[in-house]
C-alpha cells in the first residue's frame, strides 16, 4: 500500500470521527492534530463533549475547529 493511499486512510479515519460537515474545515489540519483536537473535545475537565456530542453539528465545536486552523497556520509562519 502506498503512503499516499495509508494517508488517505488515515485521514477518513479521524474525520469519520467529527461530523462530516466539517471535513473542509479538518482537511485544513494534519490528521495528529484533529486527533489531538478530538481528545481535548472528549477529555477536557470543563465542559467535555461526549463522543456522540462531538459527532453532531454544534457551532461550538465549528469555532473551536476555525480557531485552531488560526493558530495552526500562525505556527507555520
Given at each position: 500500500m502506498s503512503c499516499k493511499k495509508n494517508s488517505r486512510i488515515f485521514d477518513s479515519v479521524y474525520q469519520m470521527k467529527f461530523n462530516r460537515a466539517y471535513t473542509d474545515l479538518i482537511k485544513w489540519l494534519p490528521p495528529s492534530?484533529?486527533?489531538?483536537?478530538?481528545?481535548?473535545l472528549t477529555t477536557r475537565k470543563h465542559n467535555s463533549l461526549t463522543e456522540l456530542e462531538t459527532c453532531g453539528i454544534d457551532p461550538n465545536i465549528e469555532d473551536f475547529l476555525q480557531h485552531e486552523i488560526i493558530v495552526y497556520n500562525r505556527k507555520k509562519k
Open positions: 492534530l484533529v486527533e489531538e483536537l478530538w481528545k481535548r
